[in-house]
């Protein structure tokens, strides 16, 4: 079985850009769980999405927003671009039961604003 | 507030060493916390899990984590470490309404 994709692997913006990450979970996995790492720290939690509702919400600005589709893939989008929006934006993918929570993460996108 | 703090940012070992990473957290709810692990270019994985009962909990690779409630903490252990396990290693805390908090990481070097 695949593992969680996400795309593109890395992206250059400029500041008060917009982007959108994508990512695919494992099949199977009904809830996708978004990331910041910016270096030399541990993952920051963005988002949580199960079936296609949020279910978390960690603390960023309303400029990121996220969203997940009927086929359980997820986008998170930032708006107006910032310097510090640079690091890499994990995906994680997990089945969604509470008596798991085990996730499952992908290769990232590493994005650098300029 | 919720939040994970693992003090030991590097770590040198030599083969065969005992290790012992260290993660304390920040929560008054029930816990369920883990450790995963970032091998140099690949993806972090988990290695272990503690959701309740027993707080000696054994993850792979001869990994293991005892969750000590009274000092809110759930360091991690393995007897003998070998050269494969150089990595960078997270604790994350699973907190209020699915927030996950991870630590900063702590970086462990195997030498050979």
């Known amino acids: 079985d695949a593992g969680v994709t996400q795309s593109p692997t890395h992206l250059i913006k400029t500041r008060g850009q917009h982007v959108t990450l994508r990512c695919s979970p494992i099949?199977?996995?009904?809830?996708v769980s978004w990331y910041q790492q910016v270096l030399g720290q541990g993952p920051q939690f963005i988002f949580q999405?199960?079936?296609?509702?949020?279910?978390g919400r960690g603390n960023f600005p309303d400029r990121f927003s996220a969203r997940q589709f009927p086929n359980y893939s997820s986008e998170l989008n930032v708006n107006a671009l910032l310097l510090g929006d640079s690091a890499l934006y994990l995906c994680?993918?997990?089945?969604?039961?509470?008596?798991?929570?085990?996730?499952?993460f992908g290769p990232g996108t590493r994005l650098t604003v300029t | 507030a919720q939040s994970v703090s693992q003090h030991n940012h590097h770590v040198i070992l030599s083969e065969a060493a005992s290790l012992e990473l260290g993660c304390n957290y920040s929560?008054?709810?029930?816990?369920?916390l883990f450790w995963y692990v970032q091998y140099p270019g690949q993806h972090l994985q988990l290695l272990l899990k503690?959701?309740?009962?027993?707080?000696l909990v054994k993850g792979i690779k001869g990994f293991e984590a005892e969750f000590i409630k009274s000092k809110f903490s759930f360091n991690l252990r393995k007897p003998s470490v070998q050269w494969s396990d150089t990595a960078e290693y997270f604790c994350?805390?699973?907190?209020?309404?699915?927030?996950?908090?991870f630590g900063s990481g702590t970086k462990l070097n195997v030498k050979p």
């Open positions: 994680a993918s997990s089945t969604g039961q509470t008596a798991s929570y085990e996730q499952y």
């Open positions: 099949s199977g996995h009904k809830s």
């Open positions: 999405y199960y079936e296609k509702e949020e279910r």
């Open positions: 929560y008054g709810g029930t816990v369920n």
């Open positions: 503690y959701f309740s009962g027993d707080p």
């Open positions: 994350a805390l699973r907190g209020l309404f699915n927030k996950f908090y």
